[in-house]
């Protein structure tokens, strides 16, 4: 799709278009456009009614060939993401999945202090946010240690050291949790979190206590 950078360049701070910078836009992408065909555009891109459009919105219709005719076809331009982070918590969801629309799901939902998006079920991207956030506390390890209501669950690392552990238990099979990114990433913790979430469901399935299991997961990692 058209480059990011090329959209922020005529975009304003909050990187939407106003109608007069989609038309230069336009240009520049080798398509002069009557202004009220712009206007046009401007209007049915608008898909939240925000009175600007997005990154999402324009490619909508850049996939469309720019075309004037497509904007009037009933359903013939929708945004190609979701225009609430709730809707892109599984990136595969996304009929459209491209690294500008990846990193610009990702950045928006860290934005909105959701730093955690499933990939499938059995992969979470993860995003270092370097503050310290209150979505690990024993409440979250008691509600996602629910096996049958992880999938109606934000997604989060708890959940899939849950469905981890509640397949070791019914396959009766070893299970690993893969955890990779560069350095400052996150990973350390990641690894805590997890096993603390697994130290957590063996105490409440009869193994040792969460306070010891913890503590001995703790000095495994370091």
């Not at 202004?35 to 459009?53: E, Q, R, T, Y």
Request: charged content about 20%; glycine content about 10%; overall charge negative.
């Amino acid at each position: 799709p058209v480059s990011r950078l090329v959209f922020d360049k005529h975009s304003s701070g909050g990187r939407v278009l106003s109608a007069e910078n989609l038309g230069a836009l336009c240009r520049e992408m080798g398509l002069e456009l009557a202004p009220i065909d712009v206007k046009k555009a401007h209007i049915v891109l608008d898909a939240n009614g925000d009175g600007s459009l997005t990154y999402d919105e324009f490619v909508a219709w850049w996939e469309h060939g720019l075309s004037i005719e497509a904007l009037s076809e009933p359903g013939g331009v929708s945004p190609a993401a979701p225009a609430t982070t709730a809707d892109a918590a599984d990136l595969s969801s996304l009929p459209v999945l491209d690294g500008e629309r990846l990193l610009h799901t990702l950045e928006r939902r860290c934005h909105a202090r959701c730093v955690y998006t499933s990939n499938g079920p059995a992969m979470l991207v993860a995003v270092n946010p370097y503050e310290q956030l209150p979505i690990y506390g024993d409440d979250a390890v008691e509600r996602y240690s629910d096996a049958a209501r992880l999938r109606s669950l934000p997604p989060h690392i708890y959940g899939l050291a849950s469905a981890a552990f509640t397949e070791l238990q019914l396959e009766w099979r070893s299970q690993m949790v893969l955890i990779s990114g560069e350095s400052g990433a996150g990973k350390t913790e990641t690894a805590k979190a997890v096993l603390r979430m697994v130290s957590a469901l063996s105490a409440m399935a009869g193994g040792a206590g969460e306070g010891e299991a913890g503590r001995r997961s703790g000095e495994t990692i370091e």
